[in-house]
């Protein structure tokens, strides 16, 4: 629905921490797909909420931050980048198009090598039809659906985008629209979980699980859609509710590269971030050098659960199953080798190739009975 009150708004600091995650990424995927070795001849970078382009305080929003992630990074010979921009509030689409020329007031590219479509709708009727207009699919499409959070997202649209080539998508999920709402959307709310109704139990469970069960039930919804690599992380604000970022690829080099934008994100923004999975929701960024708390822990978990596993086995498990780069498994696993809680084949050297699993617990003595 059309925004509430005075367009542009105030930006948060959910959004500036976003931003900058966008930013990193979308200077990777640009020039992979645009000017890599296997470049494709067009891409397209949609938004199904795109706002106005700008903050009251005069921040740059996500249409023109993708834009300059593509001007600086690819030449204006390689490729066409296609911009679809979609926002239901006419004053949004009014003040995207005056964004846009005054961020860029000489046309970075030619006509037909950046073309731009902004459409008055909702991302529910018009994101894909728009999609369609612009013959975007059978090439690489970047979906951004940043929905302020409550993800109201067809289904249909993440299936198809999901068996698209090279295609990506990142949802902004607020687990607390849902668990607010959950009386208000019944059935309307199961489409967007993929018809899947176990998202309402949430009713039934205590405060602490209602968020990542919510998760849960997206990650699923997500799965189902086609998309095998996921990967998600909390964003922690100082002040409000935390949010969920959701990015689905087809591709482990998708979740690679979205990885290494999470981790060089500003820490100036003010904006930690937690792995859903640790139970004792440790802040990544409260320090200089990453907390490798919560990593460690799953490291153990996993090996208690599967038995003995190689190192380059825990660093596959770090890629894909928390929000952590592989890079991080051996110095994670060395204090806990020098402890003796975790054995190495190679003593207390750690390769890629070791075989670590838990130091086994010797047995209690049997105290000798009486003669």
Partial sequence: ????????????????????????????????????????????YAEGFSGPGIYSGGEFGSPVIAMQALTSKVPATKGVAR?????????????????????????????????????????????????????????????????????????????????????????????????????????????????????????????????????????????????????????????????YLVFGTRHRLGVKKMKDSLWEVDRTQGVGFRDPRDEQAETLFDLDQPQLGPLTRLLVQKLRDNGPARVEELRNFALLGTVYRPEHVITALRPLVADGTVTSENGRVLRRSSLVSMASVPASPVSAKPA
């Fill in 1 to 44: 629905m059309p925004v509430k009150g005075p367009v542009p708004w105030s930006r948060d600091e959910h959004t500036g921490a976003k931003h900058d995650i966008y930013r990193r990424y979308l200077e990777r995927w640009f020039p992979i797909l645009l000017n890599g070795s296997n470049a494709y001849p067009s891409v397209t």
């Fill in 83 to 243: 911009f679809v921009f979609v926002d239901d509030d006419q004053r949004c689409v009014d003040m995207l198009w005056d964004t846009l020329r005054k961020a860029f007031p000489e046309r970075p590219r030619s006509e037909d090598a950046i073309p731009l479509k902004i459409v008055k709708g909702t991302c529910t009727s018009h994101l894909e039809a728009t999609l369609d207009a612009v013959r975007a699919w059978g090439q690489p499409i970047f979906a951004n659906l940043d929905s302020w959070g409550n993800a109201p997202v067809p289904f249909r649209l993440l299936q198809r985008l999901a068996t698209n080539v090279s295609s990506e998508v990142i949802v902004t999920l607020f687990p607390q629209h849902f668990v607010r709402f959950v009386s208000d959307l019944g059935e309307a709310g199961d489409e967007i979980f993929g018809g899947d109704s176990t998202w309402r139990t949430v009713t039934n469970l205590p405060p602490a699980a209602k968020s990542r069960h919510i998760l849960t039930c997206y990650r699923q919804a997500l799965h189902a859609a086609g998309f095998p690599y996921l990967l998600d992380f909390e964003l922690i604000p100082r002040h409000g509710q935390p949010l």
